[in-house]
Structure formats: structure tokens, C-alpha cells
């Protein structure tokens, strides 16, 4: 018996990473896979400070969304990873510039971008993008920090306004001792005078902010995700019971809880969402 056209099953197209290299402001190339499945959206993934594209949660996170279909850019900010330039302790602005010049190559190849999802540092990125490009519809700040002045004296020390006025820097060093990266005057007043609390007063009301947060993190307190609930419009906020700072145990909790936000993006007008006030614990 012939088969028809209208018989015929075809098989969900299967997807393919490639690298991708796109030219930042600063004539920088950074370099990206893009997880494609030949949709036409596309979420862009923000790795955190001293991170790459190739560390967890970026990739459990390409993987979740190509299955369901849904393309995925995972890259390295300038100055990480394989991406030219030269590592900077703050520059969260600069690298909000950095996801501006991804954006535009993608919107540039026709794609929509669904969504922007950042970890850790870049969880502060995709916010303070969102703050000055009205173009993004959903957002994903996941283990972001609120307070910029928390967790410096941590890795400079107690007395390190005086030590960088003194010295113009400070070198950082892990717990063997072994350099690890230099920190600038001007790169810590880049981090001091980033003002979050501003920038998520400035999202636009029909941009939907999801902040997901391990309430066993120790490297970003629990409390800054309650404050990123208090100043920004139209956020949801969800709190992953026993869940640290990288998700360890917690992976696929992540992924379902960043897919839902994402696919619901559509479902969802401003003001229609369910009430963020109470935010949902996992």
C-alpha cells in the first residue's frame, strides 16, 4: 500500500552544536555554541565570574532546552574562556555590552530571542541588560547577587579600599596561594558603583524576571534573591530547597524550573502571571 504524504511521520529535527564567533564593541572576539534545532528561537546563556560556556549549569541547561526543541547560545564574556580580551574583576556593564553585540548577530540571522538567562554574575548581566535594552520579553536571573559590596572583603580582605589606593590593585589568590587574577582600582569602582537596586526599577513592566536561588548557597546569600523580588516589576521568584550556589545536586530541578518559565513566556501578558509575592519553594 502506498504511503502518502499525510502518513508519513517525521522525526522531531535533530539538533547541532556549533561554534560561533561574534565581534564585541571592543573589536574582541567571543567565542559561543550555539545548540541549534532549527527553530527560530533562541535563548542566549550568561556563565558567572571566572566561569566559561562550558561549566554546569550552562550546559545541563543547552541540553534541557534543546530537547525541548528550543535553540540554545551559550558563550564566553571577553577576557574568559576561549573569548579574546583580558580578564576584568568587575565590568558587569561592559558585559552587558558584550551580550548587547550577541543579541544583535542573532537578531541580525532573523532568530527571536526568547529569552536571556544568566548564572551568578551573570544573573547581575542579563538584569542590568534588561534594565537598558527594552528588547528582551523574559529573563532568567539565576543566583545573581543583589549587594555588589557583599562578598568583596571575601576575596580581597577587610582593609581593600585602602590596600588598592595604596597599591592601584590587589592580587587575588587561591587557597594554595597561587595567583588567580588582578584586580584593578578601576574594576572594583566598575563593581562598587554598579547600582542594582536602580537598574531593576528600570525594567519595563512587560519584561517577565524569573529569580531562581539555592537556599543552601554560600557564596551569594539567599536574601539578595528576596531583594531583586522587592524592586523589580513583574518578577517571580522560586527558592530550590537544599540547592547550593552551583546547583549540584540539583540540576534537573533547574532545568524544569528555567523551561517552564520559558515556555509559559508565551501563555503570559504583564500582570497576568500568577502572583509573585509568595515565592514558590522547591
Same mark, same amino acid.
Given at each position: 500500500?502506498?504511503?502518502?504524504?499525510?502518513?508519513?511521520?517525521?522525526?522531531?529535527?535533530?539538533?547541532?552544536?556549533?561554534?560561533?564567533?561574534?565581534?564585541?564593541?571592543?573589536?574582541?572576539?567571543?567565542?559561543?555554541?550555539?545548540?541549534?534545532?532549527?527553530?527560530?528561537?533562541?535563548?542566549?546563556?550568561?556563565?558567572?565570574?571566572?566561569?566559561?560556556?562550558?561549566?554546569?549549569?550552562?550546559?545541563?541547561?543547552?541540553?534541557?532546552?534543546?530537547?525541548?526543541?528550543?535553540?540554545?547560545?551559550?558563550?564566553?564574556?571577553?577576557?574568559?574562556?576561549?573569548?579574546?580580551?583580558?580578564?576584568?574583576?568587575?565590568?558587569?556593564?561592559?558585559?552587558?555590552?558584550?551580550?548587547?553585540?550577541?543579541?544583535?548577530?542573532?537578531?541580525?540571522?532573523?532568530?527571536?530571542?526568547?529569552?536571556?538567562?544568566?548564572?551568578?554574575?551573570?544573573?547581575?548581566?542579563?538584569?542590568?541588560?534588561?534594565?537598558?535594552?527594552?528588547?528582551?520579553?523574559?529573563?532568567?536571573?539565576?543566583?545573581?547577587?543583589?549587594?555588589?559590596?557583599?562578598?568583596?572583603?571575601?576575596?580581597?580582605?577587610?582593609?581593600?579600599?585602602?590596600?588598592?589606593?595604596?597599591?592601584?590593585?590587589?592580587?587575588?589568590?587561591?587557597?594554595?596561594?597561587?595567583?588567580?587574577?588582578?584586580?584593578?582600582?578601576?574594576?572594583?569602582?566598575?563593581?562598587?558603583?554598579?547600582?542594582?537596586?536602580?537598574?531593576? %526599577?528600570?525594567?519595563?513592566? !512587560?519584561?517577565?524576571?524569573?529569580?531562581?536561588?539555592? /537556599?543552601? =548557597?554560600?557564596? $551569594? &546569600?539567599?536574601?539578595?534573591?528576596?531583594?531583586?523580588?522587592?524592586?523589580?516589576?513583574?518578577?517571580?521568584?522560586?527558592?530550590?530547597?537544599?540547592?547550593?550556589?552551583?546547583?549540584?545536586?540539583?540540576?534537573?530541578?533547574?532545568?524544569?524550573?528555567? %523551561?517552564?518559565?520559558?515556555? !509559559?513566556?508565551?501563555?503570559?501578558?504583564?500582570?497576568? /502571571?500568577? =502572583?509573585?509575592? $509568595? &515565592?514558590?519553594?522547591?
Amino acid at each position: 500500500m502506498a504511503v502518502t504524504q499525510k502518513d508519513q511521520v517525521h522525526p522531531p529535527p535533530v539538533a547541532r552544536q556549533r561554534r560561533v564567533i561574534i565581534e564585541n564593541n571592543h573589536g574582541e572576539r567571543l567565542v559561543g555554541i550555539l545548540h541549534e534545532t532549527g527553530s527560530k528561537e533562541l535563548v542566549i546563556l550568561c556563565h558567572g565570574l571566572q566561569s566559561t560556556k562550558e561549566r554546569i549549569p550552562m550546559v545541563n541547561l543547552a541540553s534541557a532546552l534543546e530537547k525541548q526543541g528550543i535553540s540554545a547560545f551559550r558563550f564566553d564574556f571577553a577576557g574568559n574562556g576561549e573569548s579574546e580580551g583580558s580578564f576584568r574583576y568587575g565590568n558587569y556593564r561592559r558585559e552587558a555590552d558584550d551580550l548587547h553585540s550577541v543579541i544583535q548577530h542573532f537578531l541580525g540571522e532573523n532568530l527571536s530571542i526568547t529569552a536571556i538567562v544568566g548564572h551568578s554574575k551573570g544573573g547581575n548581566v542579563v538584569v542590568l541588560y534588561a534594565a537598558k535594552y527594552n528588547n528582551i520579553s523574559a529573563v532568567v536571573n539565576i543566583s545573581g547577587r543583589f549587594d555588589l559590596i557583599r562578598g568583596i572583603e571575601g576575596r580581597l580582605g577587610k582593609d581593600f579600599l585602602q590596600r588598592i589606593k595604596q597599591d592601584g590593585y590587589i592580587d587575588v589568590k587561591n587557597k594554595r596561594g597561587k595567583f588567580e587574577y588582578r584586580v584593578s582600582e578601576e574594576s572594583l569602582m566598575d563593581r562598587l558603583t554598579t547600582d542594582t537596586r536602580a537598574a531593576c %526599577l528600570s525594567i519595563h513592566e !512587560n519584561c517577565r524576571v524569573l529569580t531562581v536561588h539555592g /537556599s543552601m =548557597d554560600k557564596i $551569594v &546569600p539567599v536574601d539578595d534573591a528576596y531583594e531583586f523580588d522587592k524592586f523589580i516589576p513583574n518578577h517571580k521568584l522560586c527558592i530550590v530547597e537544599g540547592a547550593d550556589h552551583e546547583y549540584t545536586s540539583h540540576q534537573d530541578e533547574l532545568a524544569s524550573i528555567v %523551561l517552564g518559565f520559558i515556555k !509559559n513566556d508565551h501563555f503570559h501578558q504583564s500582570g497576568n /502571571s500568577e =502572583d509573585s509575592s $509568595v &515565592p514558590s519553594r522547591l
